[in-house]
C-alpha cells in the first residue's frame, strides 16, 4: 500500500510539473502568406472607403495576444502600403476571427496537435481546477467539454481581442470591425470587454473606433 501511495504522489508530482512547463509559448515570427489584393472600386472623390481583409491564420499565431497582434499587423501594414487606408477607412474581419484565442497561453502541444480533439484534452489536463469548475456548473450545454473550455479562457480571450484591436486601430487610424469571438455574455464597460462566466455563450463583433473606444454587435 505504501508503494501504492509513493507511486501516486510521484505521478501527481510529474503531472504538476508538466502542467507548469511551457505554459509561455515560445515567440515565432509571424508570416502573412499574403498572395491577392484586389481593389473592387477606386473613386477620388470617395472619403470612406472599406477594406476587407481575410487573414490566413494559423495555430500558433493564436498562441499569445502578442502572436495575434503581430500576425494581423502584417495584414493591416500590407494595406497601408498599398494606399488603402484613408481618414475614414473601416476594415472588415472575418467571423470566428478571435474565437480561437481559446488557446492562447497553452503549451505549444496544444496548438501543434493533429486533431481539437487532442488539443482540448490537453487543455483539460493543463488546467484541471478551471475546467471542473466551469464543468460542474454548466451542465445544460451541448457540447459540455468545448463549452467549458470557452468559458475558463474567456476573460483571457477577451483580453488579447481588446488589446489587439485597440492598438491596431489607434495605430494605423482607422476603425475596426474586429470579426467574432465567442464569450460568454460579453460586454462593454469601462472601454474594456467583460465576460460573466455563469451566462450563455455567444458568438458577438465588436467595432473598434478612431478614439479606442470599442462597442458590441451581437
Excluded at 34 to 61: F, G, H, K, S, W
Excluded at 125 to 154: C, W, Y
Excluded at 168 to 174: C, P, Q, S
Aim: charged share 20%; aromatic share 12%.
Amino acid at each position: 500500500m505504501k508503494k501504492v501511495l509513493i507511486i501516486i504522489l510521484v505521478l501527481m508530482l510529474v503531472w504538476v510539473g508538466w502542467i507548469q512547463m511551457g505554459s509561455t509559448p515560445e515567440w515565432k515570427s509571424s508570416e502573412s502568406f499574403l498572395d491577392v489584393t484586389e481593389t473592387v472600386l477606386t473613386d477620388t472623390l470617395c472619403v470612406r472607403n472599406i477594406v476587407a481583409m481575410q487573414p490566413y491564420m494559423l495555430a500558433y499565431d493564436y498562441q499569445s495576444g502578442k502572436h495575434f497582434y503581430e500576425k494581423l499587423k502584417l495584414y493591416f501594414d500590407a494595406a497601408k502600403q498599398v494606399g488603402n487606408f484613408g481618414k475614414r477607412t473601416v476594415v472588415l474581419l472575418p467571423e470566428y476571427l478571435g474565437t480561437w484565442l481559446v488557446v492562447s497561453g497553452e503549451k505549444a502541444s496544444v496548438a501543434e496537435a493533429s486533431t481539437i480533439t487532442g488539443a482540448m484534452a490537453m487543455m483539460v489536463l493543463s488546467n484541471p481546477i478551471k475546467f471542473s469548475r466551469a464543468f460542474f456548473m454548466h451542465q445544460n450545454e451541448g457540447d459540455r467539454v468545448a463549452a467549458t473550455i470557452f468559458r475558463m479562457k474567456a476573460q483571457a480571450m477577451a483580453d488579447a481581442y481588446a488589446n489587439t484591436f485597440k492598438t491596431l486601430a489607434k495605430e494605423f487610424g482607422v476603425t475596426i470591425n474586429a470579426g467574432s469571438i465567442v464569450l460568454p455574455d460579453p460586454n462593454v464597460k469601462a472601454n474594456a470587454i467583460t465576460t460573466d462566466f455563469n451566462q450563455p455563450l455567444y458568438n458577438s463583433t465588436f467595432v473598434f473606433i478612431l478614439t479606442e473606444q470599442l462597442m458590441r454587435r451581437s
